[in-house]
Structures are given as structure tokens and as C-alpha cells.
């Protein structure tokens, strides 16, 4: 039975926005708090490696998943260290990250290479079961993580802006100084932050691993931390828009791959483009407002009270 | 300050000297094999196939002592890694992917005196030689299985780099598949590099959503696309090491495998023996280079015959690139009487009727 | 100034204090890796001599070393120049391909040019390949449209796809159908290798390049004016500095010097345009210039260091078995080491 083109392409971005959206949450809470992590990158390879190595020593992909999600976010904490405590350059700092998680990531995965593991298990609603156009595809059924995909997206979403502990993290991206001058600890909240955003790395690299390659494989990634960078920016530091900003850019990727299944002339290389591009064309075209949207202290670290 | 100079220097004098000692105090072997993967060795594929040859080897002549490098780029890496290798005392080399062929030619004009033999270029010199397994007739009867066992008639086909040896590997598969089952299409979808795992899964998914109930593929690993093929309750095929069946135990039907050994180790004591000779050997289905995996257990006992007789024809030489053969836009490419033997495989820029996609 | 440590009256000359500092760093950095190495059963001190053996006390290894500090030495100064307007350039890679790129098109167009004619024009067309692709971020930078980390952040990732395009497509070589890669290059357009090694003309570039932005940025009224803008672009706007055009004259030729090194890899060392030309060269030469605070001499120290590190890779694959990427542990390390000994201080940069 054959799946419309619409159909095949959003099955499969939801199989690839997966991870770029647990990544891209990440990374807007992060950057909410007023810190880039250019290093990105560099988590889910840890998150990928330490899920892949703990599911193939433990034969449990859940203990895989609670592994890498604690490696993700220690791994941010030793991030945090370094432009918090430190008050080192975010983006050096970020592309040491970077650097030590493609590292960190060989030596830790390397004797699980070839391992086989039984992946995370799938479920599907047995009222949907019955559909045509879903008993052929992948829709609906789906592992726990993408199961809880959008709801986390939901809960970031709250956190941010509907708690109070949202509120102290967007008043410290906005400005560390005042935030402080306002009694909150600007320090601890930017580590809570980057924790938080670590584990959502940690889970964007172990669903690759865990759930839609089933392998372990160095630079198993192929950027998509990068991607998840452009799509906070692309999604203005919303945790709602990058729902749609994760399908778009996931989608992309489904695209090319159904249109040649059907024998379409496409070039791999030109579609690759499309995040990039139209993140690019987004900051553009939304230009001034655009800048307003993102959090004013981004990028410039804290002094403390001197 | 002259003091402390001093000791360093002295230190350094010191691992100098133990670093050069070391080799010589351990035991001479007969020969030292060095090895570089562009993948990693446990990939149930390419280079799995070339690291199980090269043990057999260590089998076959005691004596021999393997280096090995894994994940070794297509660039200018190689070299320094191949000329590691030799410092260590190196004296035969494989490269074993395609894109270490130049690396590995221009490391072979300064060391006259190492040996190498690449797989699947076509560079020769003194010391430079190149071998390969001839797959596109192989790949004849991997069709014909496929299109014996598919329910659907929709076969998938997975490629990783659109060159010449794949869409043929394409080609004589939908050959195959036609000449048992007339209605039997195969889909191609081109992931764009020899292993992204991710993509991999993405394109076996996409075909899958399409359809097809067997996948076929020539990556450098078949992994991932035999287990999301499993996943999902569909059959495959596998290619380059026939160890892959253990990932679909349902579902396998066959597959194609590499098996250097013999080749791997007639080269071997030549190099030992000083009697090395360059060639360009390129050896087949049923000529030692290329096997058929054995059949997976839901595969019926008709199927499996009809398979080994088409395996067995192919050995004792029928090549499935007889004319006429019209490609997919309607073009006839092998005029009748014309037949495309070894020397073309690399030159496929059109893929046959039936098969749906197009060659960038 | 918070940060210096003197004692009255004895201050050693500022390159021996570099050398001091760099030195202390990387010690600590042995250490811990050595630390490392141990806990994943590796013996550290095997692995440091066979690395000082292979790396440094050969003639190929050194020779090698030398191949690898060409582009990074480039790309550390494609970020030193913008940096001195307080622009950020993380764009390197991306510049690197798209000067690779340019230079192919020169070579492929024009193979029948004498070499004294190709050469320059190649090397030419790869700074211009490198400046314009800088000169987009530097254009929407200037117009306040797109912040420059960002824009040449995500112009990195489409150069390469570029380049892949164009080698299965239009640039396919048709001699190695059965693999992605242009045609070679004529012998006019190849940069001339000395001593019967890889190290080519590009090592030249490379050092003209560091020589000129020493004497540029210090010697010239150009560099004071470019630390003076850096330091307040406000008030230089308002003094009647023409700020934008600084902006994109500075990432340009940034990006210029990037596409050299570009250039040095397809003209220098592979002949043809290929995938996978930088193993990262363009983040290195970021974090080398970063370390460095923009200074030259530290740049090629650091580049130095570097280059020696990425050696030792090599041979620890094969003599202990690593992989290869955990060499960038020891990267990561020296990054950390030097990231976390500068709390508040902030005169470098």
C-alpha cells in the first residue's frame, strides 16, 4: 500500500524532529538564561554514547535513556562551570565542548560498537490501529520519547513562562545584573538552566541512538546540534514554536528522501540547505523584531557585583 | 636554569631510547600487516568483511602481526597514518576504501620496499596493486530471490554514493527480479554518503512508508537497514558481509558477502616469499571473491532452489547484461547481440527498466 | 592592572612570560590527559614518546606537523582581524570551502595558463571565494540585520553542501565516475611542495599572512584605528568613522584569508576539489586566535601546539589503539585549562 507523499513526509519528520526537538528545548532554556552552548554538538554525542553503552551493557534501553539524560546535563554542568563560575567566553567555551564531547563520545562508545541492543519499545493506540493510512507507516507508533515529545515541549513551555522559577531565568537572560540587584542568584539559576537543558541533550542523543538507528557510530549526529542552534533562533526562544520548527526542518530531510522514492530529480545537497537557508532568511525578514525576541543579556556573561 | 635543561634533555635522551627499544626487544614477527578502515570494524558490513579476512590470514600463516587504524578518513589522514604504520615496521598494506587509493599510491612512491593492495581502485605500480569482487552479476540473483519472496511487488534499494558499481549492483538485482516475477519494481533512494545511520533509517523508513517489503543496499553497512527493516516486519537482503543475517532473524532472505581470505592470503606470502607481482584482480560470484550468505529461515525450499540454480549460472559465467536492455526512460542501452562485461561495471549512468529513480 | 604579577623591579620580557604560560598549560593538560589515558588502560608514557618519536623527532612527522599548521595558522588569523573591531568570526570552515571552491572553478576553467599566470590567479580567486562568503555575514552585520556569530555560524553548514553539489553534479570527474570528486588539477594550478614532502607553498602564505597582520595591527595607523573602533563603535560612528564599511572590509578580508587556506588544501595537498576537506580547521583557528587574545606570537605558538596534538592522534591510534577522536579530549583539556584560569580579567580581546 502506498502513503501519499504528505502523509510519508510528516511520518518521517516525526521520526527525525524528534531529537532536534528535544535538542532545540534544550538549548532554549539555556539560552533563556542568557547562555549559548555553541557545544551542543558536543551533548548529544554524549548523550548518543553513554544511552548507546549503558542499553548495550545493561540490556535495558530505559536505563539508557535515565544514563544519557544525566550525562547530557552533567556534561552542561561542566559547561556552566566554565562561563558561570569561570565567566570564560561562551563561544570558546562552547566549541571546547564541542570538541571534548566528540572525544569523550569515541572513547566511551568505542567498545560498544556493533553492539545490538533492543531498542526502546514502541506502542500504538489501538483505536488508530485500524487506519489505512496508518497501519502502513510509522505513524503512531512510536517509543516513549517521542511519545512524550510535545508534552515536555508543553512543560518547558510552563516552566518558562508560567512559574516562577521561568520567571527568574528569563529575568537573568534579560539581565544578570538587575536580576540580581532583585535578590534572585543569578549563578544558580544559570546552573539549574543549563542542567535542564543538558538532560533534553542527553535525550536528543540517546532517541538517535536508542530508538531510530539503534547504533552507536562516531559523529553519529551529523550536526544536528548545529541545527538545533539555528532553530531556537528560528522559533525566537519559544519552546511552542519549535514544535513546528522541528517538523519543518526534520520534515526537510523526509522530503528528499519520499521525493525520491517516487523518482523525483531532487539533489540531496540543495535540501540539505533548507535549515540553514531558511533560518538565514527567517532572522531576516523578521529583522528588528526579531532581535527584541531574543533574550537581551544573551551572550554576555556576569560579573557578580563588582 | 642549566641544571634543570639539563635533566629534561636527559629525560627525553631516555623515552627517545625506550621508544626505539621496545620493538626490538619483543619477538620478530614474519610479517606485519597494516590495515585502514574508513569505518569501524564492527559494522556487521565493508569493513567487517576485510578485518575478518585479514584474521583468517593470522590463521592461515602463523606468524603475521596485524595493525589496524579504524575510522581513518579519505584524505590526506591516510597518508600519515599508512606512514605510521610502516615506521612500526609495516610491510603490507591495505587500504581498504576507495578514497585511500591516492593517499595510499603517493605513501607507495617514497617506501619501493612496502607492499599495498587497494581495494577497488585501479592505480598500479611495483609495489602497488589493486583487487576487488566483481558484485553487479552477484547482485542477479539476489533479485531473483527477492522477487520470488516479495508479496507486494515493491522492492526498496538503498544506495549510498550514486556510482557506477551501485546502479549496476541496482540493475542486474532488477534484472533478476523481472526474470521471476515480471511485475516486480525496484525503488531507489540515494542517502548521500556510504554511512550516515541516520539517514540510513530515515530512507529504509521512507521506502517502507512506500510499500516495498524487501530492501535491498549497498552502504557500508547494512545494519541499520536490515534492523529497521526487521522492525517493521519487512524483508531484506543483505551486502558486504554476510554476518548481517544475525540482525533479522525473520526476515533475512539472503545477501552478498565479501570473502578476501584466499586472495588476502596468496598476496601475503608472496610479500613473505619477496615474489609480490602488481595486479588488478577482479574476481566474482563463484571465483572467490564474492559469496551468497545463507538463506534466511522463513526462506521456502523452492525459493532457495531457484536462487542457487541462478547463483550457480551466474558462477559458471551467464552475465545478465545481454542485450537488449532498455533503461527506465526508454532508451535501449545494450543493444541485442552487445553484452556490458567486467570492464563497464563502473560506467552505469541509467538504471534498467522497472526500476524507479534517477541517476544524479 | 588586576591579574599581572609582578615583583618590583623583575618582570621577564613578555615573550618569555608567554612561553612560560603556555608551558605551564601544557603540562597541566599532559597531566590530566595522562590521567585519562591511564583510567582507559593506556600507558601515558608510551604514548608521550611515541608521539615525540613520530611527531617531532622524524622527518615525516615533522614535515607532517608543518602540513598541519598551514590552514590552522590561516584560519586562526581569519578570526584575529575581524576580532580586532570586536567582530565575532566563527564562519572559518564555511570560508575555507568556499575559497576551495572558487579556486576550483579557476582551475578547471583555465588549464591551459602558464603557471606563473594560474597560480596567482587561483590563489587569488580563493581569498576572494573566502571574503565574499564573509562579506554576507559582514553586510547584514553592518545594516544591524543578522548578528555576525550567528550568520557565518550558519553559512558554515551550506559551503560544504556547495561543494557537494558541485562534485556530483556539474564538476563530476569524469575519470573516477565511481567516485564524487572534480577532475585533477592541471600542474599549473598546483601550489609547488618543497623537499620532496607534503609542505607546500601555502606554509608561506600562511607566515605572509601572520607577518602582514603583526604589521598591520601593530605598526600601522589602520590597526590603532580598528582597537579604537573595537573598543566603542558607538562613539566611532559618531566621530565620522565609517563603522560599516570597517565592518565588512574586516570580515572579508577575514574570510579572505580563510578561503587561502581553502585553497592550500585542494591547490596544495589533493590536486582536485574532494568532500571533507577540513576536519574543523575553521572552530580551531577560532579557539587558537581566542587563546592566543588575537596576538601573533601566541597565535603560532598555539598553532603549534595544536598541530602537535592532532599528530599525536595518528600514532596513538596505532600503537595503543585509541580511537583517533579522543585526541580531542586533549584539545578539550587545553581549552578548559586555559578557559577556567581567566576569571574577570578581560584585556586580551
Redesign the interface.
Known sequence: ???PLA??VI??AV??GTSLLYATLGETITERSGIVNLGLEGILLIGASVGFASAASSASAYLGVAAAALAGGAANLLFGWLVVSRKANQLASGLAMMFFGIGASALVGGPF????IT?LPKWRPSFLAGLRWVK???LFNYDILIWLAVPVALLVWWALFRTRWGLGVRAVGESAAAAFASGRNPAMIQYQALFAGGVLGGLAGAH?SLS????W??G?T?GRGFIAIALVIFSKWHPLRAIAGALVFGGA??LQ??L??????V???LL?MIPYVLTLLVLLAWGGARRLAAPAGLGRTFYGSE | MEKRSGLVMGL?VL??C???A?PLAADAPKLIIGAIYV??????GYN?SFHDALLTVQKNIPGVKL?E?????????A???M???I??GAKLIFPTS??HQ?PAFNVAKRHPDVYFEHA?GWMMAANFGNYFGNTQAAWYPMGVAAGKMTK?NKL?FVIG?????AVGNVNAFELGARSVNPAAVT??????GW?????????A???????CDVLAMHVDSP??IV?TAE??GAMSIGFQSIEAR??APKGWITGLGFTWAPYFTEVAKSVIAGTFKPSSTHLGLGEGMVTVAPFGANVPADVRQVVTASADKIAKGFNPFTGPIVDNTGVTQIKAGESWGGDKM??F?WYVEGV???V? | MPGDRTTAGRRLPPAARAAARYGLITVIVLVVFGAILLAAGKNP??A???T???AL??A??FS?LL?RLTPILLTAVAVAIPARLGLINVGGEGQLYMGAWLATAGALALPHLPAWVLLPVVTLLGFSGGALWAAIPGILRARKLVNETIATLLLNYVAPLIV?FFI??PWRSPES????QSPAFSDAARLPSFFNT?IHAGLLIAFAALALYWFLMEKTRWGLQMRAIGGNQEASQRLGIPVATWIVVALAIGGGIAGLAGMGEVSG??GRL?Q??S?GYGFTGFLISWIAGGRPLGILLMAFLFAVIT?AG??L???QGL???VINILLALLLFVVLARRPAQRGAR
Not at chain 1, 113 to 116: C, E, H, N
Not at chain 2, 69 to 77: F, L, Q
Not at chain 3, 177 to 180: H, I, M, V
Open positions: 500500500m502506498n502513503a502523509i510519508g511520518a518521517g521520526l527525525s560498537v556493533g553492539a545490538v531498542g502502513s507507516t510509522t538517535l531510530l538507528t539503534l547504533t557510530a562516531e553519529m551529523a530531510e523526509a528522501l519520499q525520491q522514492a517516487r523518482g523525483a530529480d539533489s540531496p545537497f540539505d | 627525553l623515552a627517545f625506550v621508544a626505539l621496545a569505518g569501524s570494524v564492527n559494522d556487521y567487517r595493525l587504524a579504524e575510522n581513518v578518513p579519505e584524505s590526506a589522514e597518508e600519515r597514518v606512514e605510521g604504520m615506521q612500526q576507495f578514497g591516492e577497488g507486494t526498496g554514493v550514486p556510482i557506477g558499481f525503488t531507489v533512494v540515494v542517502t548521500g554511512s550516515d545511520k541516520a539517514k540510513e533509517a530515515a530512507a523508513n521512507a521506502l517502507l512508508d512506500q510499500g545494519a541499520t534492523r522492525a517493521r544475525a540482525l563502473g560506467d549512468k524507479v529513480g534517477k544524479q | 608514557l608510551k608521550y614518546a611515541d615525540f618519536v613520530y623527532a622524524n615525516y612527522g607532517e602540513v557537494s556530483f553534479g565516475s565511481a567516485y564524487p607534503r595537498i589533493h574532494r571533507g576537506l576536519p599528530s595518528d600514532i591510534q596505532i600503537t580511537p583517533y577522536s
